[in-house]
């Protein structure tokens, strides 16, 4: 079947102005989870979707960035007035719920990312 | 608070041989669980191999292995007869369940490079 799909694969963008980061998660997966990676570092969490309602958004860095979750699938992150410290690759993953307290955990399946370089 | 330490950026590997990537790991949680991911210069994140706290034996996935010492909080991800396909980044990552929040903390990750 069809992974996680981002979209767009690059984007560049001028300091201040709006984008908008797309994922499509796998089918059926009711968690959504979007990460930045900056250049050669790890994965940092930013959001946390369950179905529509993000229970954790504790990582966002600050309110410039926003996510929102339509239908339970489609999920689009927006970062408003750019800067250049924005600029890294964006992840979005998808994956089954855990269960409260779950013994057994889910792999998350990630999409290409976005690259956003803001000039 | 969830902390991965990844104390080796960089390891040169002859082919064939084995090789283990060290990963400790911190949390306060009774449930969690450890995932190792690779990353190849094109980007993407591929799932190697997941260890839940309860599981009593390692977890094996054909080539790949989780050398899992709880009391020492650390996974080690072991590869036999490396490959040069398995040249990439590689990162550990840990979940614990916060309602079904899994999300993931990482490691900065080991770059791994298999010599021919």
């Known amino acids: 079947g069809a992974g996680v799909s981002q979209s767009p694969s690059n984007k560049v963008t001028e300091k201040g102005k709006d984008v908008e980061l797309r994922c499509d998660p796998i089918?059926?997966?009711?968690?959504l989870y979007w990460y930045r990676q900056s250049l050669g570092q790890g994965l940092e969490f930013l959001i946390y979707?369950?179905?529509?309602?993000?229970?954790?958004k504790s990582g966002l860095p600050s309110d410039r960035f926003s996510a929102e979750r339509t239908g339970g699938s489609v999920s689009t992150l927006t970062i408003q007035r750019t800067q250049q410290e924005d600029s890294a690759v964006y992840l979005c993953?998808?994956?089954?719920?855990?269960?409260?307290?779950?013994?057994?955990?889910?792999?998350?399946?990630f999409g290409p990312g976005t690259r956003l370089t803001v000039t | 608070a969830q902390k991965i330490t990844q104390t080796q950026p960089g390891m040169f590997v002859q082919e064939k041989e084995a090789v283990t990537l060290d990963c400790t790991y911190d949390?306060?949680?009774?449930?969690?669980?450890l995932f190792w991911y690779k990353q190849p210069s094109s980007g993407e994140m591929i799932f190697l191999i997941y260890?839940?706290?309860?599981?009593?034996q390692n977890a094996t996935e054909g080539r790949y292995s989780l050398n899992f010492q709880k009391a020492r909080k650390s996974a080690n991800l072991v590869i036999s007869a490396s490959q040069l396909g398995d040249s990439a980044m590689y990162f550990c990552?840990?979940?614990?369940?916060?309602?079904?929040?899994?999300?993931?903390?990482f490691g900065t990750g080991t770059r791994l490079t298999i010599i021919p």
């Open positions: 990552a840990m979940s614990g369940s916060n309602f079904g929040n899994e999300k993931l903390t």
């Open positions: 949390t306060s949680d009774q449930s969690y669980g």
């Open positions: 260890q839940g706290s309860y599981d009593e």
């Open positions: 089918s059926g997966h009711t968690a």
């Open positions: 979707f369950q179905g529509n309602s993000a229970p954790d």
């Open positions: 993953a998808s994956s089954l719920a855990g269960g409260q307290g779950a013994a057994n955990f889910y792999e998350q399946y």
